[in-house]
Nanobody, 122 residues
Framework: QVQLVETGGGLVQPGGSLRLSCVAS????????MAWYRQAPGKERELVASITSGGNTNYADSVKDRFIISRDNYKTVYLQMNSLKPEDTAIYYCNMQGRSGGLINGRDFDSWGQGTQVTVSS
């Protein structure tokens, strides 16, 4: 019932920066957790960063101090990626978990976006 759309991917040189955005649509009561995952060819999908409704963040060790996850007060999550490395090349997926539907008939949701390609290459 909740759909996510990621934008902001592209080709950058090592050391460059990109900012990914993910916007949710649908009948949303609340979003408890927003997260970014990534998957490179031949590798498993991995958690990059997450943020809770309370603002608590978690990062993979490989991106800590380079990436910053943030959210607005409703339905958008961002991933600011700095000092990009070729190893960061992957498809990045947005994930959100929360509660959707009406005030009375709300339901938990766990939604994924289609993914956006990030390529870091000289």
């Amino acid at each position: 019932q909740v759909q996510l759309v990621e934008t902001g991917g592209g080709l950058v040189q090592p050391g460059g920066s990109l900012r990914l955005s993910c916007v949710a649509s649908g009948i949303i009561l609340r979003i408890n957790v927003m997260a970014w995952y990534r998957q490179a060819p031949g590798k498993e999908r991995e958690l990059v960063a997450s943020i809770t409704s309370g603002g608590n963040t978690n990062y993979a060790d490989s991106v800590k101090d380079r990436f910053i996850i943030s959210r607005d007060n409703y339905k958008t999550v961002y991933l600011q990626m700095n000092s990009l490395k070729p190893e960061d090349t992957a498809i990045y997926y947005c994930n959100m978990q929360g509660r959707s539907g009406g005030l009375i008939n709300g339901r938990d949701f766990d939604s994924w976006g289609q993914g956006t390609q990030v390529t870091v290459s000289s």
